[in-house]
């Protein structure tokens, strides 16, 4: 069966923008975070869907093959997370490993010389990742929105 030519320039346009399948909902649109500051530490662990991979010329690749190019992207990018300059952090270890089918769980350990400089944690998540919010979950007991239009975390909120 040939396909008439506007149907295939349509097709490719739509792919070209990565135009999501009607089949995303919207869990494949957001990810779980979860922040924690203890003593002079943060640490923080971040699970997003395979899908979130950044859009490459690749439309064969499996959701399996995406999710690992993702958590390599998670383990070697810097600067994903920044906190305040005041508190002195390092980052210490970055971790990322596929979980579930096609789930991606990071984790990161920054060290602090002054934890109690640390008020907010800015991240660049979304310059990167296909999110369009992150639910997150700052310890001890609050409970955020990380969107693009505010990609920051809080802490000491009650």
């Known amino acids: 069966m040939k396909r008439p030519l506007q149907f295939l320039l349509i097709t490719a346009f739509l792919m070209a923008l990565g135009m999501p399948s009607q089949n995303v909902t919207a869990r494949d649109k957001s990810g779980e975070l979860f922040l924690t500051l203890k003593r002079n530490l943060l640490l923080i662990q971040l699970q997003v869907p395979g899908s979130a991979a950044p859009l490459i010329d690749n439309q064969g690749e ?93 802490l000491g909120e009650d």
Request: proline content about 10%; some cysteine.
């Open 62 to 154: 499996s959701p399996n093959a995406k999710a690992t190019r993702l958590a390599g992207i998670l383990r070697y990018t810097q600067g994903l997370f920044q906190p305040p300059p005041e508190a002195s952090c390092m980052r210490r270890q970055a971790e990322a490993a596929v979980t579930e089918p096609s789930t991606v769980v990071a984790n990161w350990v920054f060290e602090c010389l002054h934890p109690e400089q640390m008020t907010l944690v800015q991240t660049r998540l979304f310059e990167l990742l296909q999110l369009d919010s992150i639910h997150a979950v700052v310890l001890p007991g609050s409970q955020q929105l990380v969107t693009p239009e505010q990609p920051f975390l809080t």
